[in-house]
């Protein structure tokens, strides 16, 4: 990989006191356990072992192991010396069913990780949705009915009664656009429904849940710092064509209006709303007094980054050689009518997305701009590769290196810009199940044998360490 960003030569770049460096990982990709202790199946349990849903038919039945592993994992946080651990409760493990009263075992669990990160000095950041939905609440509808959210809400007091005291810094949803259109809309992600007027719905119903959850967590936590992490993009036009602009504006629209707009300004961008009247249930579900359950005030903005999109009218494909991009990668939801586009001699991770740093602190601009100065933590943000370990037992992953210093010094540039970024967590701390493709994509920073469970820190676990020991990013050689 080439590094591109203008702050590869020079100095180290200092980030502010007290800048907050952590790593992070969700249950069901890591846990593993799924019939232990009381956990009952999940939407991606039922979905990954569905035959052609997921790459190879792999599942998070095992994954890493993490449930009887945590020691060994908490031991790895240690040496790595990050500030924060981002994890997320399963809520099948807390109610199996979805509702009811909690199961202890699930909560002990969980207990017992924050117990362990405290006693290492390392704060607990405790994400409680990251898309494993009890599947007895899909069964009546999941997340395209309203009883979903309330269903929610009770989770979220049973969570924070039990663990608030140890645990400060709540986020509520992890990437509820994924939740919502992936899950509902392309079906590329369990529950793997292709209806976009449902996938609508969920969005306002994650919304809701979110809003909901919000008042219980500082009933519960009085000093409770509470957020949300949405994933975010910068969507380009290939062109200066007003079609091209067009498109781009509704795939932020889908992507970004749909949820910063009503987290941050109370209300539905117009155009989305007119978008999808025709998709029902879709936005007919808004009741009144929603969008103010929505839009309370928050602590922070989590914010999940990876790669930016160049954008094109999908009855424009033909011009996309023209304009000097490659052949469209695809369209994902076809009532928007969009394509997105790969740029020749750009590098990509193995998930075929583009490397582009500048996106991060574009993205950062604007939503400082048109949004919020809360605090912002990049909640997410990493590059999977073809990882492997080398003969002599090392795993010299330097794209990803080269990945996360561009990136780092993006943030670095959204602070000079006087953005209020105050954390950045990498993801991810292993290599894990990878949702629809299994096994196949590394995003860790520790290599994971998936048939012995072995951690094996790679080179870019060392670069991470070095620089959160420092507080600072330094150039790497190109």
């Known amino acids: ?68 592993r945590i020691d060994e994992d908490l031991d790895l946080m240690k040496k790595l010396g990050v500030g924060s651990y981002r994890f997320s409760v399963a809520w099948p493990r807390i109610q199996p069913d979805g509702k009811g009263p909690a199961n202890q075992p699930g909560l002990d669990f969980y207990r017992r990780l924050v117990d362990g990160l405290r006693s290492r000095d390392i704060e607990p950041t405790l994400t409680l949705y990251h898309w494993d939905l009890p599947q007895a609440l899909e069964d009546n509808g999941g997340w395209t009915v309203r009883e979903t959210a309330e269903r929610f809400a009770e989770y979220v007091d049973l969570v924070a009664r039990a663990l608030g005291n140890d645990v400060e810094r709540w986020i509520t949803l992890n990437e509820p656009w994924c939740s919502a259109w992936l899950g509902y809309g392309s079906g590329r992600h369990a529950p793997g429904v292709q209806d976009i007027g449902k996938a609508a719905a969920a969005n306002h119903h994650l919304l809701l849940a979110h809003g909901m959850a919000v008042p219980i967590l500082r ?88 790669f930016p999109d160049t954008i094109m009218d999908a009855k424009r494909a033909p011009e996309a050689r023209v304009a000097g991009y490659g052949v469209p990668i695809g369209e994902q939801f076809p009532d928007l009518r969009v394509l997105s586009l790969e740029t020749p001699g750009t590098d990509t991770t193995s ?112 670069w991470y360490a070095k620089l959160v020991r420092m507080n600072a990013i330094e150039p790497v050689a190109t």
């Not at 009933?219 to 067009?246: E, F, M």
């Open 219 to 306: 009933s519960a936590i009085p000093d409770a710092k509470v957020g949300i992490t949405l994933n975010l993009g910068v969507h380009r036009p290939g062109t200066d064509h007003v079609d091209d602009i067009a498109a781009a504006h509704r795939a932020d629209g889908n992507l970004n209006r749909l949820f910063l707009d009503p987290v941050f300004h109370g209300s539905y961008p117009e155009d989305m709303l007119t978008h999808y009247e025709a998709n029902l249930p879709g936005f007919s579900v808004i009741e009144e007094g929603d969008l103010e359950i929505i839009s309370q005030p928050l602590d922070f903005l989590g914010v999940n980054y990876y």
């Open 351 to 462: 998930m075929g997305w583009e490397v582009d740093a500048s996106g991060l602190t574009e993205l950062l601009v604007r939503i400082k701009g048109e949004y919020t100065d809360l605090p912002i933590y990049i909640t997410e943000n990493g590059a999977a590769f073809d990882d492997y370990v080398d003969p002599n037992g090392h795993v010299l992953d330097n794209d990803r290196i080269s990945y996360l210093c561009e990136h780092v010094s993006a943030v670095h540039d959204a602070i000079d810009a006087d953005v209020n970024v105050q954390g950045y967590f990498v993801w991810s701390l292993l290599d894990n199940f990878e949702w629809s493709f299994g096994y196949s994509r590394r995003f860790g920073i520790v290599w994971v044998d998936f048939p012995t469970g072995t951690r094996l820190p790679k080179a870019s676990f060392n």
């Open 1 to 68: 990989m080439s590094t591109t960003h203008p702050h590869n030569d020079g100095p180290p770049r200092t980030f502010p006191h007290g800048f907050l460096w952590g790593t992070a990982t969700a249950s069901y990709q890591i846990e593993g356990a799924v019939h232990s202790e009381g956990r009952g199946p999940s939407i991606w349990d039922t979905y990954s072992h569905a035959p052609g849903n997921v790459w190879n038919g792999d599942t998070g039945d095992i994954a890493c192991d993490h449930f009887h």
